[in-house]
């Protein structure tokens, strides 16, 4: 069972649509993270959120962070070709000492 | 650039045969994580060093093995190597001091490689 399941796993959609990817745990995190991997490279960190409810921004890309710290969702607005690639949720549970753990990823398309 | 270095990019061998990937963290950072990434797969968490340190293991095969050196830098290896360990390897360094900073973690661009 992984400890953070990403929905959907798959997304095709067309430019300019909005889309949702959530990830969800049953565990409490102190901290969890977003990552886009594009083909062939290593991933890259996007946002880290802390504190329950916490809302961030980057241009087209809204990060929530649950109330409980279980759960976090990436909201894309108006998505570009360029937003292409496989997105990765990573947490670090509550009370242990370093270990980040990722999920199991979303991977999106987005086409002209 | 995430300032994570990995060499060789690209590496093809036979079956039963032996390679070691190398890894430079960022400058400043103390811990450095191995994953494995096959094809179309997320990542699988390998191992983590720390100042020179095994700080936690993963879904590590005995066949495989690390070390993190006194200048950081970390190297895997790979042991009779199988069709199956054909995959991407990343490296990933981060602060590893107190902080929520301390977990963020920079990827190097990986090592290839290929078991023929």
């Known amino acids: 069972t992984q400890l953070l399941e990403q929905s959907p796993q798959f997304l095709s959609i067309q430019e300019g649509e909005n889309l949702t990817v959530y990830c969800n745990s049953s565990s409490v995190f102190s901290s969890l993270q977003w990552y886009r991997q594009e083909p062939g490279e290593g991933p890259v960190l996007l946002v880290t959120?802390?504190?329950?409810?916490e809302v961030k921004k980057l241009k087209r890309l809204t990060f929530q962070f649950g109330d409980a710290r279980k759960d976090s969702s990436l909201h894309i607005t108006a998505a570009q070709p360029g937003d292409t690639g496989l997105y990765l949720c990573a947490g670090v549970q509550a009370g242990t000492a370093s270990k980040l753990t990722f999920g199991t990823g979303t991977r999106l398309q987005v086409t002209l | 650039d995430s300032g994570v270095t990995q060499t060789p990019k690209h590496l093809i061998t036979a079956t039963g045969q032996r390679v070691t990937l190398r890894c430079s963290p960022r400058?400043?950072?103390?811990?450095v994580y191995w994953y494995q990434q096959s094809l179309d797969q997320g990542l699988q968490f390998l191992i983590q060093?720390?100042?020179?340190?095994?700080?936690a293991k993963g879904n590590i095969l005995e066949r495989f093995s690390a070390q993190q050196f006194p200048d950081l830098h970390s190297e895997l290896n790979l042991s009779s190597l199988e069709l199956g360990d054909s995959a991407l390897y990343f490296c990933a360094s981060s602060p590893g001091t107190s902080g929520i900073k301390a977990h963020e973690q920079f990827f190097g661009p990986g090592t290839r490689l290929t078991v023929l």
């Open positions: 060093y720390y100042n020179g340190e095994e700080r």
């Open positions: 400058s400043g950072d103390l811990s």
């Open positions: 959120v802390v504190t329950g409810g």
